[in-house]
């Protein structure tokens, strides 16, 4: 843990730490809607991870203190470096076989198709902002967590201010899987642009498997931070 002494930092993950920010990524996500749907995951989530444990750039925040501790992370995509649902040759690359084991084909497909929504409702945002650049010019946010342990203590905060230093004068953008999540992008700058229903008629407001009635599906909201 921190303490007055050794306050909490950013750096860039160590090829080595994967395995750790995997753990940590599977308990921040445990219960997540968009996992549980890739998953299809039953109401009683399964111990073992909702997801293929293979993170790839990440931005961990590490307090210092004795042991350095890993109490969140970030993976933000460059401008046009994000991998396109379109884009099959970059997709294999990336290593579908373990996704493929670990949520089956059907997992797979939700993956590999959930893309395609945001990249749509993310150009009618740019579109009706009148920007004058398109979304692969803005960087992206992949995926973000805060180990449980670890909430409250403003990691978030101190992850999203580095990416913004980072890239000054930049357009990010941004999905949040629940309204808690939409809420805290939108307290960093972040402004709605149309909610989107996954998993309607298959899936629950939490993700997990369903019919009839209770088959709602999930909202996602898709953000963007202006400059």
């Not at 990691?155 to 808690?180: D, I, N, Y």
């Amino acid at each position: 843990m921190a303490d007055a002494l050794h306050k909490p930092y950013v750096r860039l993950a160590k090829l080595e730490e994967l395995d750790r920010i995997a753990e940590m990524q599977r308990r921040a996500f445990i219960a997540d809607p968009v996992f549980n749907y890739f998953g299809r995951v039953k109401a009683t989530p399964d111990p073992s991870p909702p997801f293929p444990e293979s993170p790839s750039q990440t931005t961990p925040t590490a307090p210092e203190g004795g042991l350095e501790e890993l109490g969140g992370m970030m993976i933000w995509c460059p401008p046009h470096k994000r991998v396109s649902p379109s884009n099959v040759r970059a997709l294999l690359r990336t290593g579908p076989l373990k996704p493929l084991k670990v949520w089956g084909p059907g997992g797979l497909w939700r993956f590999a198709t959930t893309p395609i929504h945001s990249e749509r409702v993310m150009k009618r945002g740019f579109k009706a902002h009148r920007a004058t650049i398109s979304p692969e010019d803005a960087w992206y946010l992949l995926l973000a967590c805060t180990d449980p342990a670890h909430e409250g203590k403003g990691f978030m905060s101190l992850l999203t201010r580095e990416a913004f230093a980072h890239a000054p004068g930049s357009v990010f953008t941004v999905e949040g899987s629940t309204a808690k999540s939409r809420d805290r992008y939108a307290h960093f700058g972040f402004t709605d642009i149309r909610p989107v229903v996954l998993g309607k008629g298959k899936v629950d407001e939490r993700g997990y498997v369903a019919k009839g009635a209770a088959a709602t599906g999930f909202t996602v909201y898709s953000q963007i931070k202006w400059k």
